[in-house]
Antibody, heavy 117, light 108 residues
Framework: QVHLQESGPGLVKPSETLSLTCSVSGVSITSYYWSWVRQSPGKGLEWLGFIYYTGSTNYNPSLKSRVTMTVDTAKNQFSLKLISVTAADTAVYFC???????????WGQGLLVTVSS | EIVLTQSPATLSLSPGERATLSCRASQSVSDDLAWYQKKPGQAPRLVIYEASNRATGIPARFSGSGSGTDFTLTISSLEPEDFAVYYCQQRGNWPPELTFGGGTKVEI
């Protein structure tokens, strides 16, 4: 059974760095791409980027200057860092298994991150 | 950037009725289009991939069609659990840049 779980602080101060980790169980992280998606309150879904187990990444151009994704194959997890956050980064952050054209088929439950002083 | 436009924004229907959701791409995405169901407090659920393939565990009342720039998600007979927001998503050419449509809310 594939399971993804986001973890990290639920509150981040403006201008600081948001750091989240997605722990994967039931499948090796070396087999797929892994994406981050967020949903701001009352808004739609926004893709942040994906990472492959080799460390290869591709980011949403609108966030590229602020986003870094890394992978830890030994721990079977991958991470997201978003720098210089503002209130506009307040959202529920989801991690997902990304099978390319086959879609994102497994998701974490989501983690609400609020940016506030 | 490929923009996906979904219509209508809201679809008000009753259980048992047919739902037809539209997604239009600003340029051709071939058949690289997926649909997701999103309920409040839950993670998105993959419904359709490659424009017309049902994801694992998705009931046969869900079907997807289209290619190029125009796509449709059809729910043949709405069940109470189908009322949700539906998003289409494409990933473009290499390197992939995924975008989502604005969503269609299917409400009772």
């Amino acid at each position: 059974q594939v399971h993804l779980q986001e973890s990290g602080p639920g509150l981040v101060k403006p201008s600081e760095t948001l750091s989240l980790t997605c722990s994967v169980s039931g499948v090796s992280i070396t087999s797929y791409y892994w994406s981050w998606v967020r949903q701001s309150p009352g808004k739609g879904l926004e893709w942040l980027g994906f990472i492959y187990y080799t460390g290869s990444t591709n980011y949403n151009p609108s966030l590229k200057s602020r986003v870094t994704m890394t992978v830890d194959t030994a721990k079977n997890q991958f991470s997201l860092k978003l720098i210089s956050v503002t209130a506009a980064d307040t959202a529920v952050y989801f991690c997902a298994r990304d099978r390319g054209i086959l879609g994102m088929d497994y998701w974490g439950q989501g983690l609400l991150v609020t940016v506030s002083s | 950037e490929i923009v996906l436009t979904q219509s209508p924004a809201t679809l008000s229907l009753s259980p048992g009725e047919r739902a037809t959701l539209s997604c239009r791409a600003s340029q051709s995405v071939s058949d690289d289009l997926a649909w997701y169901q999103k309920k409040p407090g839950q993670a998105p659920r993959l419904v359709i991939y490659e424009a017309s393939n049902r994801a694992t565990g998705i009931p046969a009342r869900f079907s997807g069609s289209g290619s190029g720039t125009d796509f449709t998600l059809t729910i043949s007979s709405l069940e109470p659990e189908d009322f949700a927001v539906y998003y289409c998503q494409q990933r473009g050419n290499w390197p992939p840049e995924l975008t989502f449509g604005g969503g269609t809310k299917v409400e009772i």
